[in-house]
């Protein structure tokens, strides 16, 4: 059987004191932009202030990472989906505890759109999957594979831990 790779990604050591996040306690090298230039923090913290600053983006961007993963068409739009968020409390019960919610296509022949999204437990979802033979419970919930999810705690971001 295949197993997926964990899929956890570090941030590079900086070499001297000018490429060093800025960060208290991080020792990873600034990320660059597209267009060349050196941000403020590493990757990884700013991936961190990211889900704090703005979790529905950041939630929003690992189901679209998800989708890529599973090459189904995305068209969730961050409107769209802090509507949905909103309507459906998404944001409060989402974890990881086998009750806790997570995101299911209500037709798994389509992408994701904000019509075909509907909430699920971690526990239905994965007994779904086996149920209809969609071969997909092998395939990692959207929240649990996500290499860019940071730890909100900073032990987790130094090791690399997925907390998810
Ligand atoms: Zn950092």
């Not at 949905?84 to 992408?111: N, Q």
């Not at 940071?150 to 831990?161: D, I, K, L, N, Q």
Request: proline residues 5%.
């Amino acid at each position: 059987m295949w197993w997926r790779r964990k899929n956890t990604r570090k941030a590079k050591k900086a070499k001297s004191k000018e490429d060093k996040c800025a960060a208290p306690w991080c020792r990873n090298e600034r990320a660059v932009n597209n267009t060349g230039r050196r941000l403020r923090l590493c990757w990884k913290c700013r991936s961190r202030q990211l889900k704090e600053r703005h979790p529905v983006t950041y939630v929003l961007n690992a189901l679209r990472q998800a989708a890529r993963h599973r090459r189904v068409p995305f068209s969730i739009t961050l409107a769209d989906f802090k509507a949905w968020c909103k309507e459906t409390g998404y944001m409060e019960t989402r974890g990881m505890e086998p009750t806790s919610m997570t995101i299911d296509r209500k037709d798994h022949s389509k992408g994701y759109s904000i019509d075909n999204i509907q909430l699920m437990t971690h526990l239905e979802n994965s007994t779904n999957g086996a149920a209809f033979g969609r071969g997909e419970q092998n395939a990692p919930k959207p929240d649990e594979w996500d290499s860019q999810e940071p730890a909100v705690e900073a032990a987790y971001v130094c090791s690399g831990e997925n907390p998810f």
